[in-house]
């Protein structure tokens, strides 16, 4: 049986599972968010070559999270993912040819290339040209990434759950055939920023048929921890895990919060060109945060910053046995996720750190920034034996 079987098959377990969000370049700030969860938790389990894909169950991401999750996955160390993301910050965002970029901002083909290579170099076990596909059998664990078909105008979460319904292997187009490097490659094709991917389902049948995917980003799942909460509970997706504060843990972890606040616009100020660069984001922040609330609201949050001024952080107070909540609580729930405002950077001793200069998804000439932001955060924040405590 393999690792991936047996996390899958045994349900008497507590389960754990990793949702990493979008964020282009800003993955940094996730990736060393998981380095000190990594370092920590091989420090409590006294595992020294711990990796986050065999003590999660079930990792999940979108766009640049849909990488991170994918690594992880795949076996590879934090140290591996770290170094992938510092090799390939400048091919993610290497200038696209003049006259494309009227369409799109940079070139796809490197980052592609380069997912390709890493990707199949870590799963195969043989020399064959065929590509690893989602159901590689060397995955060391649950697999979810957010895609957004925009053939059926709708948001794609693909997975490797043997079970669901379209990773029958019967089906001519199981998704299970379909090449891991090209669905990483598709939840990060941000609109504007790289070309759509286009992927044959049922290829080489006549049952053969196309669709174009763009970046799972500008779905409402940048943030997928509740997305993943349903695939993993819900009788439709056929995976079924026990509920429970002591039976699931779901860590969810952003690449900053950088909502920018805009006092001095007045209305005159909002017209077509405005709202069209300024409402994507302003939905995917929105939505992010609504997911962030409907787990705090079902979950045990032990960490998370306070959402806003109403709201708050919805975790308990210390030493007390009680919820903040009047609903079942489902599961343990904690979310790491930086402020990247000036009053954020501030908090940290980060202040030299502009906000404009890291809160873009291509800000590659600030990568050593962004480290920063995820070291310190994660030094202030990050505390595996409190907050994963029982798991």
Partial sequence: MSSLEAKIGNNTVPKKILCCDGGGIRGLITVEILAKIETDLRSKTGNHSLLLGDYFDFVCGTSTGAIIATCIAAGMSIDEIRKFYLDSGELMFKKSKIYERLKFKYDDEPLARKL???????????????????????LRC?????????????????????????????????????????????????????????????????????????????TTYNNPAFLAFQLATAEPYQLKWQTGKDNMLIVSIGTGNSAMEKLDDEAGDLWLGSHASSVPGALMNA?????????????????????????????????????????????????YNPDIDVKGLGAMGLSDIKPESISKLDSIKHIPDLQRVGIEYANQHVDVKTHMRGF
């Fill in 116 to 138: 390709r290579s890493v990707i199949n170099d870590k799963l195969s076990n043989n020399d064959s040209d065929n590509d690893v596909t989602l159901g590689n059998k060397n």
């Fill in 142 to 218: 649950l697999l979810m990434m957010v895609l957004r078909n925009h053939s059926t105008d709708s948001p794609w979460p693909i997975w490797n759950n043997p079970e669901a319904k379209y990773n029958n292997k019967t089906r001519n187009d199981c998704n299970l055939n379909l090449p891991l490097w090209r669905l990483v490659r598709a939840s990060t094709a941000a609109p504007t920023y790289f070309p759509p991917e286009s992927i044959a389902l049922a290829e080489g049948t006549p049952d053969q048929y196309d669709f174009v995917f763009v970046d799972g980003g500008v």
């Fill in 287 to 335: 939505a992010s945060a609504g997911w962030d609330m409907a787990c705090r609201n079902l979950g045990d949050c032990r960490f998370g910053a306070p959402i806003d001024k109403e709201f708050g952080c919805m975790s308990p107070v210390a030493g007390s046995t009680a919820t903040n909540s009047s609903v079942p609580i489902m599961f343990s729930y904690i979310r």
